[in-house]
């Protein structure tokens, strides 16, 4: 049976800015309990504590610099022309309005996708490029909390007999592809399971060239990407529908920090406020959502 759902990626161009207030926080003097010391100062009182999160407080790779990693390329609704500063997409709008909420500049460098997800120390202070959340990674990386639950969707030509898959039965027997160390790949290998082993890529770029060339019946990515592919890039294609979940959780992204950061609380603050003031909802709403009706393919 095939369900409808209502999600599409905006194809729009322009940044939300967020503007949060910090949250203050108050130390209860009544409750002191310091013993005496050779000071002057009273006894029972104790001083606010300094706060952790404050601009000049926060543990950077670069003193007063938020350095933030992204893709080798990016892509839209991501990110927009290839330009990780300019605030324009999803993740380049995030980017921009927890650097406004920390009260700090922001430097972008780029790295590969599957080069982050390794132990070790990181020359940035989180990277962004579509991480979802996984047990396996979260062994040698950090995360933050998530900000996008997001679901795989499968793409395939018009008029193929792929289009017309209503289960994922229907598809053991085709040759899919996704980018290598995402979350798309793993769903074709341990949920799928096709009789033809999944062709890997190195990214999504890649993917997309070899289905255009017509060398995979079906690619699979998160369904924003899915959108935005069928819709612009790749002409004669089509979404066949959004994979169901598995596992009972949804799939979160999440920022990537180098294991042990001592960064993640503050820039999990900063998220909870941009949660709690709409700032979150309405960069969804600008850039990943938009009226449309696609398939849900059954187990």
């Not at 369900?3 to 939300?16: P, Q």
């Given at each position: 049976m095939?369900?409808?759902?209502?999600?599409?990626?905006?194809?729009?161009?322009?940044?939300?800015?967020?503007?949060?207030?910090?949250?203050?926080?108050?130390t209860d003097t009544s409750k002191a309990t310091n013993a005496p010391t050779d000071s002057n100062e009273p006894t029972g009182v104790t001083e606010p504590a300094p706060d952790d999160c404050a601009a000049d407080s926060l543990a950077l790779k670069t003193a007063g610099t938020l350095t933030v990693a992204t893709g080798e390329e990016v892509f839209p609704p991501w990110m927009e022309d290839n330009d990780p500063a300019n605030g324009k997409g999803f993740e380049g709008a995030l980017v921009a309005a927890l650097a406004e909420q920390m009260g700090l500049p922001v430097e972008f460098v780029r790295t590969g996708f599957d080069e982050a997800i390794t132990p070790g120390e990181k020359d940035y202070d989180f990277n962004l490029q579509q991480y979802s959340i996984t047990a396996e990674r979260d062994e040698v990386v950090d995360f933050s909390d998530g900000y996008y639950d997001v679901e795989q969707a499968l793409i395939a030509p018009e008029g193929s007999s792929v289009e017309g898959s209503a289960s994922l039965a229907d598809l053991k027997d085709k040759k899919l592809g996704a980018a290598i160390g995402t979350t798309s790949l793993t769903y074709i290998e341990d949920v799928i399971q096709p009789d033809t082993e999944a062709a890997v890529y190195?990214?999504?770029?890649?993917?997309?060239?070899?289905?255009?060339?017509?060398?995979?019946?079906?690619?699979?990515?998160?369904?924003?990407?899915?959108?935005?592919?069928?819709?612009?890039?790749?002409?004669?294609?089509?979404?066949?529908?959004?994979?169901?979940?598995?596992?009972?959780?949804?799939?979160?992204?999440?920022?990537?920090?180098?294991?042990?950061?001592?960064?993640?609380?503050?820039?999990?603050?900063?998220?909870?406020?941009?949660?709690?003031?709409?700032?979150?909802?309405?960069?969804?709403?600008?850039?990943?959502?938009?009226?449309?009706?696609?398939p849900s393919l059954t187990e």
């Open positions: 095939r369900t409808k759902r209502t999600l599409a990626v905006l194809l729009a161009f322009g940044l939300v800015a967020a503007a949060c207030g910090d949250d203050d926080e108050t190195d990214d999504n770029a890649a993917v997309k060239s070899a289905f255009d060339a017509g060398q995979i019946d079906g690619a699979v990515f998160d369904l924003p990407t899915a959108y935005y592919v069928t819709a612009v890039e790749i002409e004669g294609s089509t979404i066949v529908g959004v994979l169901p979940q598995v596992g009972g959780e949804p799939e979160q992204l999440g920022l990537l920090f180098e294991d042990g950061s001592a960064l993640v609380d503050c820039v999990n603050q900063a998220l909870t406020a941009l949660r709690e003031d709409g700032t979150l909802e309405g960069l969804e709403d600008e850039w990943l959502n938009q009226g449309g009706s696609i």
